[in-house]
């Protein structure tokens, strides 16, 4: 080999050794990049499934959030499977039957013509401005077919409650909006006492009590003409207690005790157990609000 051959030989080789050292630095380069990259991606998570609400075939409501979904124990008997401790179960003093009469105590919302329940709702408001609030809650306000009610009446005086300013929207924190949509935030519906029961399953309200379950909140008509024995002369009271109390559930509210003699009766307790030393009342106190 000539020396201009070896020398363009040389040059060669060099070259080759710059082009190698170069690409080992942009594979090492390449590399940590992806290595970085990865703990960008965001790990897998397992999404439960929704529960079928075996009390609602006929209206079903999206898929309830955990902060809901623990039952209401209102209607539960005690030892019963998913109800809470026996101390929170509310206490019924005997079953009442729906009557076809009107109440002699309240006849507020009752028309004079004999039940046939039907088993199936509907909705009793069409749709309603709610107030000015901070958070709008949807609600669809139900009766049950053949109840012998006058659905509106019924209706507005559940929206007078939700929406009055000693309840639970007090200073404009919050605002219920009835409304005919099926995708309500919740449901509102006054049942028989048979319809009441298969609502609440599988809280075991026993024909009597009225529950919250999930996205659903039902009032016994039962209750409704009748109020408890204490209630008895004071259904207008009553019905804003059952309202704001079942509500209250949904809302995230758990039971309370009286808090002393002679003072207003939380709404939040358990008032058909009796009212105690406490006052009535029906309506969320300063403190559970
Ligand atoms: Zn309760």
Redesign the pocket.
């Known amino acids: 080999m000539r020396s201009h051959e070896r020398v363009r030989a040389t040059n060669v080789f060099r070259l080759l050794l710059v082009v190698a050292s170069l690409l080992s630095v942009a594979t090492a380069t390449s590399a940590i990049t992806v290595a970085d990259d990865q703990p960008a991606v965001p790990p897998l998570t397992a999404t439960a499934a929704p529960t079928p609400d075996p009390g609602t075939s006929a209206l079903v409501l999206p898929p309830v959030a955990a902060a809901d979904s623990v039952p ?3 209607g539960c008997v005690p030892g019963s499977t998913g109800c809470a401790p026996d101390s929170l179960v ?1 206490a019924v003093e005997e079953a009442v039957t729906p009557s076809g009469g009107q109440s002699a105590a309240n006849p507020s919302c009752r028309l004079d013509t004999q039940h046939r329940p039907q088993g199936t709702t509907g909705p009793a408001i069409t749709d309603y401005l709610a107030p000015d609030a901070a958070r709008v809650i949807r609600v669809r306000i139900e009766v049950e077919d053949g109840i012998a009610i006058d659905t509106g009446c019924f209706a507005d005086t559940v929206a007078r409650i939700l929406n009055d300013s000693r309840g639970w929207g007090a200073e404009g924190a919050l605002a219920f909006q009835p409304v005919s949509a099926d995708d309500a935030d919740f449901r509102l519906v006054l049942a028989s006492p048979d319809t009441t029961d298969r609502l609440c399953f599988p809280l075991r309200t026993g024909g009597k009590y009225s529950c ?1 379950n999930q996205r659903t909140v039902v009032l016994n008509v039962a209750r409704w003409e009748s109020g408890t024995e204490e209630y008895s002369e004071n259904l207008e009271i009553y019905r804003q207690y059952l309202v704001n ?2 509500v209250g ?1 949904f809302l995230g509210h758990e ?1 309370v005790r009286c808090p002393g003699p002679g003072e207003p009766a939380p709404v ?1 307790m ?1 008032q058909t157990k009796g009212l105690g030393e406490c006052l009535l009342n029906g309506w969320p106190t300063r403190d559970e609000r």
């Open positions: 209401d124990n209102e509310d919250r109390h079942e559930h039971h939040m358990q």
